[in-house]
């Protein structure tokens, strides 16, 4: 019973904090220069300063076009509306922005821009989040093991590699030394994108076998930005498990090391590694503006940053809403996991 009551507290929290969230993001946009308004307000006088005038009336067209046009451009982003009920029409009228259309494509709603690139940051976000964990978990239990071993010594050199390497320069030397750019190299992987243009219908498995390829470099490069904390996070773990009093009195007992590290160590130590499995399921829609952008895939992370840069704050907040949703949801899965993996947990109030 505490613990349903822990979760639905937890989950009655999800509400003030998701509203927090979006106030504080959509005030900023609402107050912070440089926005649509302007941005369209520029390109109006850049179109009036070239429309042929001399340049005593070149610069009296700007300013005319800019005080007859800028009420109108605030009614039609809905700015000239007090900004507390701006933040209702957008929360409950338009869904959390969804509804609005685009500032930069007025043909189409955010919802369909979007979810447009919802698939590939799935297939692209999945697939890295399954082989971090596959890879880091096991690997986290083998150093653990045979610490202070050969096995470990080696394999942390490549884990602090792994890990200094920044994203974009591990990106862009795979690019260099398998994708064929430079002469005398290696041309094995495509340069970027999620898959080739087929001239004909192909079957699903040329299909997803073409998918996979143009994944694998992407993919690696996910996976290496996790891929040091996570392996060390598990060992380091284990460790403490290893070496805890009860481990002790298991073998003390007659039990088997090996009994005692798999049926005991072994679940306590997989208690920091779940705690942050669902805070990463955000990342899966999140996306990576970086990589996006070395590999030219069109995800989430390249769709929020082109949003952000064209001042097109429509599908911006509407992906800020849809990413804390799925952020606040991990969390919540979170401390399920917590509690199914260590269930001496006292949730009751003090």
């Not at 440089?34 to 005038?53: F, I, W």
């Not at 447009?116 to 880091?136: D, E, K, N, Q, V």
């Not at 495509?190 to 004909?200: K, M, Q, R």
């Not at 039990?255 to 779940?274: C, D, E, Q, S, Y």
Request: proline content about 4%; hydrophobic content about 50%.
């Amino acid at each position: 019973m505490d613990r349903l009551a822990y979760l639905v507290r937890r989950l009655l929290l999800v509400i003030p904090t998701f509203i927090g969230i979006t106030v504080v993001c959509f005030m900023l946009t609402r107050f912070l220069p440089g926005g649509p308004v302007e941005m369209r307000m520029m390109r109006m006088r850049g179109m009036a300063a070239q429309g042929g005038a001399g340049e005593a009336s070149g610069g009296a067209g700007a300013s005319y076009i800019s005080e007859t046009y800028k009420k109108e451009l605030e009614k039609q982003f809905g700015f000239d509306k007090p900004v507390l009920r701006q933040y209702y029409d957008w929360l409950v009228v338009n869904r959390m922005g969804m509804k609005l259309p685009s500032y930069d494509y007025p043909n189409k709603t955010a919802w369909q821009l979007i979810s447009s690139r919802i698939p590939i940051s799935i297939w692209f976000g999945l697939a890295s989040f399954l082989l971090t964990y596959l890879i880091c978990v096991p690997l986290g239990i083998a150093k653990a093991l045979k610490h202070r071993q050969p096995f470990d010594a080696a394999s942390s050199v490549v884990v602090f590699v792994a890990y200094a390497i920044p994203s974009f320069a591990f990106a862009m030397m795979l690019k260099m030394f398998l994708c064929g750019t430079v002469d005398g190299l290696w041309d094995v992987f495509p340069l970027g994108g999620v898959s080739s243009d087929f001239d004909t219908d192909v079957s699903f498995w040329t299909w997803f076998r073409d998918r996979a390829w143009h994944m694998v470099l992407p993919i690696c490069c996910y996976v290496a930005g996790g891929f040091a904390m996570l392996t060390l996070l598990m060992k380091n773990s284990l460790l403490d498990q290893i070496s805890a009093d009860y481990v002790r009195t298991v073998i003390a007992k007659g039990g088997t090391r090996k009994r005692a590290i798999w049926l005991h160590a072994f679940r306590n130590a997989l208690i920091p590694v779940a705690t942050g499995l669902g805070s990463m399921i955000g990342l899966l829609f999140a996306g990576s503006i970086i990589i996006e952008t070395i590999f030219e895939i069109p995800g989430m992370g390249r769709l929020s940053w082109d949003a952000l840069i064209g001042r097109d704050y429509a599908v911006f907040l509407a992906l800020l809403a849809l990413t804390a949703s799925f952020q606040l949801v991990g969390n919540l899965i979170s401390d399920v996991l917590y509690m199914v993996i260590d269930p001496r947990i006292d949730f009751s109030k003090k």
